[in-house]
């Protein structure tokens, strides 16, 4: 079993970046897929980027490509999203997830197993 703990959201100004972390613990997720999504009031949970269990892949929604980059460190069994340029819209509960399977980074949120209690970034104009 595979708890996820998030952090290092917060509130910025439109423009700014912070940097999300994904601590795992009670097994290691050197093998599994991880991924970020997130939910904004009123709206469905949505992917944001995913990474292969050795970094090889990256995948990114269209929204944030360019501004996020997404990162692991195996060693340390954390996950990161380093979010620049962030825009009002980017304004939502964050979520880190792992897949425990050796496949392809997927989109969808039924892929995943474990899930974080999410971490809320706030993006002002």
């Known amino acids: 079993q595979v708890h996820l703990v998030e952090s290092g959201g917060g509130l910025v100004q439109a423009g700014e970046s912070l940097r999300l972390s994904c601590a795992a613990s009670g097994h290691t997720i050197s093998n599994y897929v991880m991924g970020w999504f997130r939910q904004a009031p009123g709206k469905e949970r949505e992917f944001v980027a995913g990474v292969s269990w050795n970094a090889y892949s990256t995948v990114y929604a269209d929204s944030v490509k360019g501004r996020f980059t997404i990162s692991r460190d195996n060693t340390k069994n954390m996950v990161y999203l380093q979010m620049n340029s962030l825009k009002p819209e980017d304004t939502a509960v964050y979520y880190c997830?792992?897949?425990?399977?050796?496949?392809?980074?997927?989109?969808?949120?039924?892929?995943?197993?474990?899930w974080g209690q999410g971490t809320q970034v706030t993006v002002s104009s």
């Open positions: 997830a792992a897949d425990d399977r050796l496949v392809p980074v997927s989109r969808s949120a039924s892929s995943y197993d474990y």
